[in-house]
């Protein structure tokens, strides 16, 4: 079997979970090598050779965190010459998107993003794909060069398979355009404390209807009592009333939790765009026209500031 | 000297109409109306709010797509851009990403260009890998995905906000740039733009015109192929009670029921 390579996302070395399940899937069509780029390889080696990457390809330097995109696209680059993969599977993220779609020019490989799930195929791994807001599933494989797949958190459940993990160090000569975009500041964004939206199971998310940014403590003791990711409409976030980190939909987060539960939230297409392919999908909301409540396996008509609260009570109760 | 700003918009099928895949499991474009993509009226919004700031700008729109496209960019004209170019040709049909960044690239030095402006994704292939693709086909910086953007003294700057981090960048002129909808709402074609709009240049162009081989683009020169596409199926229609006081518990139970709590 090939070696596939997988670009490891990591905060000063503690791996995140989709890296986990980029690893797992990665396995599926060949032996998973991880590239990691920054700080912190002697953290995430373990971690990564758990969850069954035989190597750790690792390179450090300023450059990664000083400079956008292309010194990753570089070192990806110099990992690809290193190993000669059979495909390269990257987390779909905004920055994971792009240094994927550099690296799948520079190989003259076609790409796929945002993938939903990758299996071992005749012509190579297939991948797929939701589409025009999710009301479409499709199957696509890449056919000239090395697979580049960008795969979305939740696509599978992260699984152990111990290998090797031994750490080699990655040499990687950056070229004239590593430097062009300088990263003047840098801000990390505050933990809430609570789950990552896009890696949740469950996420309870808050919209127009309620009303005001004062209001919104209603939507997270919800989320608190379920362990859940708070996430809000575009319509909420445009109103200054939750950060725009927490957007779901088009043009923000898309998930894909077990459970959804949308509180005043009409359930236009580019918010259902993320968040249809949830399992389980629960509204409260007054009107019931909604379209949301086309989706719905449970939905209440009714007014969320009587619905949600006695929701959470009785949460609270059940749980004891 | 002049600030020359190349607009990159696509002409895609209404979001919110009923799309679907043509039999060769392109975009079936027939089916729902097109329209500039939402995304990318940002795009030339902050264009037009860049070339205020500078003494003197000139801003190109340029799309790749049909016939039908030019209504899209008659709609950025109409927004203050001054000039288009359309590249249209019968070849360019289910062109894949990077076929689509070699005809924009090829088109983007034909025009000239100090600043490219992109939308952060288009509405209905949702990549957001493009400006990445064509920044470095041009082989200048990539500074993408902003919510914030300005261009001084032959930089620009902006703020990214990213999933980790929110980040101020910075890259010297020529560079590729991309714009998200946090960055400020679109402004509406005035009616005196509309008609002014009618007297702006739009230029045509095919791939012979930008030197490109028919080879490298279309549904051959693709190096992805979709196999299958196959229609979600509606969801099973749901329980949907009505809040007579007890919502919150019912609810709950049926949380309970299907093992969440
Ligand atoms: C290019 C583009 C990209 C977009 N991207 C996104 C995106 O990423 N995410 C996104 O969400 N949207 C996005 N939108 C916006 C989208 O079209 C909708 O405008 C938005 O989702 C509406 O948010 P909402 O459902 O909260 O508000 P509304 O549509 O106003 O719905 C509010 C709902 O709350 C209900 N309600 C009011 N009060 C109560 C109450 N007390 N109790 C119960 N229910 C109540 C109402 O009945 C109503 O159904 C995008 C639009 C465009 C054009
Ligand atoms: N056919 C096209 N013509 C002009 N610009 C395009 C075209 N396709 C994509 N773009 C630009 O690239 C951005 C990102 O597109 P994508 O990577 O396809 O999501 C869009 O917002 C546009 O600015």
Redesign the interface.
């Known amino acids: 079997m090939g070696e596939v390579l997988v670009l490891v996302d990591h ?1 000063d070395g503690a791996v995140r979970k989709p890296t986990l399940e980029l690893l797992t899937l990665a396995r599926r069509i060949g032996e998973p090598v991880a590239v990691f780029l920054g700080a912190g390889v002697d953290t995430a080696a373990p971690v990564l050779a758990e969850y069954g990457a035989v190597k750790v390809l690792a390179a450090d330097a300023a450059e990664f965190a000083d400079y ?3 010194p990753k ?1 570089d070192a990806l680059q110099a990992a690809a010459q290193a190993v000669e993969p059979v495909a390269v599977l990257v987390p779909s ?3 994971g ?2 240094i ?3 690296l ?3 190989l ?7 993938a939903t799930d990758v299996e071992p195929g005749e012509g190579g791994p ?1 991948a797929t794909q ?16 090395v697979p580049v797949i960008t795969v979305k958190p939740n696509s599978a459940a992260p699984e152990a398979a111990p290998a090797a993990g031994t750490v080699e160090q990655l040499a990687v000569s950056f070229g004239e ?1 590593a430097t ?10 505050e933990s809430t404390g609570r789950p990552e939206l ?1 890696e949740a199971a ?1 996420v309870v998310s808050g919209g127009r209807g309620v009303n005001g940014a004062e209001n919104f403590h209603v939507i997270e003791a919800l989320a608190d009592s ?1 362990g859940a990711a708070v996430g809000a409409s575009r319509a909420a976030v445009d109103a200054g009333w939750y950060p ?2 927490n957007q779901v939909g ?2 923000g987060k898309s998930v894909s939790p ?2 959804y539960i949308a509180n005043g939230i009409s359930g236009a ?2 918010h259902r765009a993320g968040m ?1 392919t949830s399992k ?3 509204a ?1 909301n007054k009107d ?1 026209e909604a379209p949301i ?11 969320l500031f ?10 609270t109760a ?2 004891g | 000297m002049s600030l020359r700003i190349v607009v990159c918009v696509k002409y895609v099928p209404d ?2 109409g009923d ?3 043509a039999e060769d ?1 392109t975009t079936d474009r027939d089916a729902v109306d097109g329209l500039l993509s939402e ?1 990318d009226e940002y795009a030339v919004e902050q264009a037009l709010q860049i070339a205020d700031a500078a003494d003197d700008a000139e801003i190109t729109v340029l799309t790749v797509g049909p016939e039908d496209a030019k209504d899209a960019l008659r709609k950025a004209l109409s927004m203050g851009a001054h000039k288009a170019i359309h590249v249209e040709d019968d070849a360019l049909h289910g062109t ?3 076929g689509t ?1 070699l005809v924009l690239a090829k088109a983007v030095e034909h025009a000239g260009f100090d600043l490219v402006v992109c939308g ?2 288009s ?2 292939g ?5 400006p ?2 064509l ?3 041009l ?7 902003l ?1 914030e953007v300005s261009v001084a003294d032959g930089k620009v ?1 902006g703020r ?13 002129l020529p ?1 590729v740039i991309s714009v ?3 960055s400020g709402e679109a402004r509406y074609p005035s009616f005196k733009g509309i008609m002014a709009a009618k007297k702006k240049p739009v230029e045509s162009l095919d791939l012979s015109d930008l030197d490109i081989d028919e080879a490298t683009v279309g549904l051959s020169g ?11 199926p ?2 099973t229609a ?6 007579e ?8 139970a ?3 029921e ?1 093992k ?2």
């Open positions: 905060v956008l995109v292309v696209v993220s905004a920055e998107k792009e994927a779609a550099r799948a020019l520079r003259g490989s076609g790409i796929i993003t945002d297939v939701a589409v025009f807001a999710a009301s479409f599933t499709t199957k696509s494989r890449i056919t000239t060069g355009l062009g975009t300088k990263v003047l500041t840098r801000t990390p964004r896009t469950i379920l725009h980190t088009q043009t077990q459970l297409i580019q249809q389980t999908i629960v409260v019931a409540f086309d989706l719905v396996d449970y939905g209440v008509v009714g007014d009587q619905v949600v609260p006695q929701l959470t009570e009785e949460i059940r749980k | 979001a919110t799309r679907h895949f499991l995304l894949d990403v990077f960044s952060m994704a509405t209905d949702t990549m957001g890998v493009l990445a693709i920044a470095e086909r082989g200048v910086p990539q500074v993408t995905q919510s700057t990214r906000d990213g999933d980790a981090a929110s980040e101020q960048l910075e890259a010297s560079a998200t909808d946090q693709s190096w992805s192929t979709v196999d299958e596409a196959t229609q979600r509606a969801r749901g329980t949907i009670v009505k809040d006081g007890e919502g919150g518990k019912q609810l709950a049926f949380l309970a299907q969440f709590i």
